[in-house]
């Protein structure tokens, strides 16, 4: 097994993939490269550096092909860089096989998008501590590409509801209320295409979740040299582990438009629901690209992310108690005085 | 829909809080009565006992409506602020898988709708 990244042809140095340009850039002479300058007329991959890595307590250990310092990585690491030069190492053996992934979206969004957009994330959150959007409380940037099975499945639901319509009108000294009752069934197809679900036990699925959606148009086959200046890692929840969670997300939809598609009425209850799930081939195993950022306040650490295609922006923010406490006082006072005025001049 | 109940939860909070303020109290006060005994009140009607008349009126009850609007006000603060702070807490895991249906390709393939009973409630006004 061994690690390797590409090295400018010009003047020797690590190169790393710039979102920007969508190629390699060389951080010390500039010289920039795509794809086609990586591989010689035979395919194989030209300029690598390269090291051998060794199993030691179930951990991978290995030299930066740069430095030379020891990194130790996990199983599941499929790109790193060395904490002593900043350096990337790719894992190739660990995109081979049944671990290949089919195809990649790229980074579009550079780090110091994603740290402008942290600063920026500020909307609607009117009880978060004013100095909590502050550079220096990032710890940690990261990019790193997840790995993620898409779904493509079919889905046949079949709801039941009963639904009711209610007429009220007044004749001589009664009241009458006339209340319909009515069975109604509705049963449909939908497709879904593509639906993701995180195939690494090490992020969170609230947080990959809420980053969605990516432009599957970008998709484009993949290539380890997209990883240079990135993290990556293979996945460690197979496909079969995540069908109940793609599976789960679509037959709710299906409820949901089978649901909304009932009209007419002036209250609904569903009574029974089934949804049969057929996924439709081979779920795809792709990377997709996001900017990972541990955030430091108060001695706690949130976990931020942005979406490196689309540039989306997610995570829980604190909440000033004070805040909130001055903003409930100052509604409870003003919205009790209007009642007062409205009660006294009525 | 969660927006619309919440609108609506504030607005019933509010009419009911109006409603319960403006419930009257009535009293009859005799016509030799102080000033400070007929304060806050509104004439309905004038009975006339033993050459001595007495005014229906219209009482409110102050430390009553200032209670309620501020139990009405406490309810709806705390609603607003609930609201408010669930904004600072957007990460979710997804429920649903919307952004990956294909529209072209929903096909509603049965639509019935049955009668099934009526029922017909008369009260006496």
Not at chain 1, 3 to 9: G, P, Q, T, Y
Not at chain 1, 163 to 190: C, H, I, P, S
Not at chain 1, 292 to 318: C, H, L, R, S
Request: some cysteine.
């Amino acid at each position: 097994m061994g690690v390797s990244d590409h090295k400018c042809l010009a003047c020797n140095a690590m190169l790393k993939f710039d979102p920007k340009s969508q190629k390699w850039i060389c951080e010390y002479c500039g010289t920039e490269y795509t794809l086609k300058d990586f591989e010689n007329d035979e395919g194989n991959k030209i300029n690598t550096k390269t090291s051998k890595a060794s199993k030691v307590n179930g951990y991978m250990q290995y030299h930066c092909p740069d430095c030379g310092a020891e990194i130790v990585m996990d199983e599941n690491t499929a790109a790193t860089e060395c904490v002593y030069c900043g350096n990337t190492a790719i894992i190739t053996e660990r995109f081979e096989g049944e671990f290949e992934p089919k195809r990649v979206i790229t980074f579009k969004k550079t780090k110091e998008e994603a740290i402008e957009a942290f600063c920026d994330y500020k909307k609607g959150k009117i009880f978060m501590p004013k100095d909590f959007l502050n550079k220096d409380n990032i710890e940690k940037v990261t990019g790193v590409y997840i790995p993620f099975f898409l779904y493509d499945m079919i889905v046949d639901g079949k709801l039941d509801v009963e639904a009711m319509n209610e007429k009220r009108w007044t004749q001589g000294d009664y009241r009458y209320v006339k209340k319909d009752f009515f069975k109604v069934l509705r049963e449909g197809t939908m497709t879904f295409e593509k639906i993701p679900t995180d195939a690494s036990k090490k992020f969170s699925d609230d947080i990959m979740d809420s980053i969605e959606p990516f432009n599957y148009d970008e998709l484009t086959k993949f290539n380890s040299s997209y990883m240079s200046g990135f993290l990556a890692e293979k996945y460690d929840l197979n496909s079969n582990d995540l069908i109940s969670r793609a599976e789960g997300r679509a037959k709710q939809t299906t409820r949901d438009v089978l649901y909304s598609d009932i009209g007419g009425y002036n209250s609904k209850k569903i009574v029974s629901y089934i949804g049969n799930a057929n996924i439709q081939g081979t779920p795809e195993y792709v990377m997709l690209p996001v900017w990972m950022m541990n955030v430091k306040y108060e001695d706690k650490i949130y976990t931020m992310a942005m979406n490196g295609q689309t540039g989306k922006f997610i995570g829980n923010v604190p909440v000033s108690k004070a805040k909130v406490a001055g903003m409930w006082l100052g509604l409870t006072i003003l919205l009790t005085t209007i009642i007062i005025f409205v009660s006294l001049i009525v | 829909m969660k927006k619309i109940a919440i609108i609506c939860v504030t607005a019933f909070v509010m009419c009911f809080g109006f409603i319960l303020c403006n419930s009257k109290s009535y009293a009859y006060i005799k016509s030799d009565s102080s000033s400070s005994e007929v304060r806050n009140t509104t004439n309905i009607e004038t009975r006339k006992e033993n050459g001595v008349s007495d005014t229906l009126k219209e009482e409110k009850n102050i430390p009553k409506i200032v209670g309620i609007a501020i139990l009405c006000g406490i309810v709806l603060s705390s609603i607003i602020c609930a609201i408010l702070v669930s904004k600072h807490k957007p990460v979710k895991v997804a429920r649903t898988a919307n952004n990956y249906l294909d529209k072209n390709k929903v096909s509603i393939t049965r639509r019935e709708d049955f009668f099934i009973r009526s029922t017909i409630d008369k009260q006496a006004r």
